[in-house]
């Protein structure tokens, strides 16, 4: 099947912007990448109402955090890890000074919609009311979530918790 006019373009351009959105989202890379998949999917069936007048890129983000956001009410997550992964070989001589994985490994740790209204709000700069539009709830739901997430993030322990001592100092 040969896609439509202007969508391989629009995938080529934005494909790595929505990995890392869909990363921030799931906590995890592949998963991310999972959910871009989808989203593409759907934009490629809605393409003929987005092309060339509508917002591509707008609807597949959508499509994406209303993915996220009910995957947070699944009780089973698709796939359960059977073994242990050995070690990895080489280490990361950087890590000591990033503060993405950090952050990244902070999210994870959240509950799905927690994490998704973080990063709406706070990585994607959305307001409490575009975020209750776009998740279908209240700005009071959204309040409640960040507050919660926010919290969580405060009291945990750990390297990230080390790092903000380290940068408020």
């Known amino acids: 099947m040969n896609a439509p006019d202007g969508f391989a373009d629009f995938v080529h ?14 906590g995890d890379h592949g998963h991310g990448e999972d959910l871009v998949q989808e989203a593409l999917v759907k934009t490629l069936r809605a393409w003929s109402r987005l092309h060339p007048d509508g917002d591509p890129d707008a609807y ?9 956001w009910r995957a947070g009410r ?6 359960v890890p059977t073994a242990v992964l050995p070690e990895g070989t080489g280490g990361d001589p950087y890590e000591p000074q990033d503060t993405a994985r950090l952050v990244l490994g902070a999210l994870r740790a959240l509950p799905a919609q927690q994490r998704v209204v973080l990063v709406l709000r706070y990585w994607a700069g959305l307001s409490e009311l575009e975020i209750a539009t776009m998740l279908g709830c209240s700005t009071g739901t959204v309040k409640s979530r960040a507050s919660r997430a926010i919290a ?6 750990g390297p990230l918790a080390e790092e903000f001592e380290r940068v408020r100092a």
């Open 13 to 26: 351009a934005r494909y790595a912007a929505l990995v890392r959105h869909g990363t921030l989202l799931t």
């Open 60 to 68: 597949t983000r959508r499509v994406m955090v209303r993915a996220a």
């Open 74 to 79: 699944r009780l089973w997550h698709r796939e």
């Open 152 to 157: 969580a993030l405060r009291r945990a322990d």
